[in-house]
Nanobody, 119 residues
């Protein structure tokens, strides 16, 4: 089994920054993709950003230019640097990891961390 442990959420004023971290541990075989989803109250879950082992990144349009995803492959850790935050970024942010070496692919999820941006 693989566990994902997130840290770094909290309360910040609009225009501020936060950095989320997510470390994977356990029976890791090969985590190919890591990333972050978020879900705000009353809204659908949204893919925020993802990054592959070769560091190919993908971002939601709403965060491009403000958020940066990165990873440390040796530590199986992914980071999300969030700058110029606004109240619309308030949500529970959940880390995920994908191991495509299994069939079917295995997806792992963190417990979620709250990010609250005050105006």
């Amino acid at each position: 089994q693989v566990q994902l442990v997130e840290s770094g959420g909290g309360l910040v004023q609009a225009g501020g920054s936060l950095r989320l971290s997510c470390a994977a541990s356990g029976s890791i075989r090969s985590i190919n993709v890591m990333g972050w989803y978020r879900q705000a109250p009353g809204k659908q879950q949204e893919l925020v950003a993802s990054i592959t082992t070769s560091r190919i990144t993908n971002y939601a349009d709403s965060v491009k230019g403000r958020f940066t995803i990165s990873r440390d492959n040796a530590k199986n850790t992914v980071y999300l640097q969030m700058n110029n935050l606004n109240p619309e970024d308030t949500a529970v942010y959940s880390c995920y990891a994908v191991d495509t070496t299994y069939s079917p692919t295995r997806n792992y999820w963190g417990q979620g961390t709250q990010v609250t941006v005050s105006s």
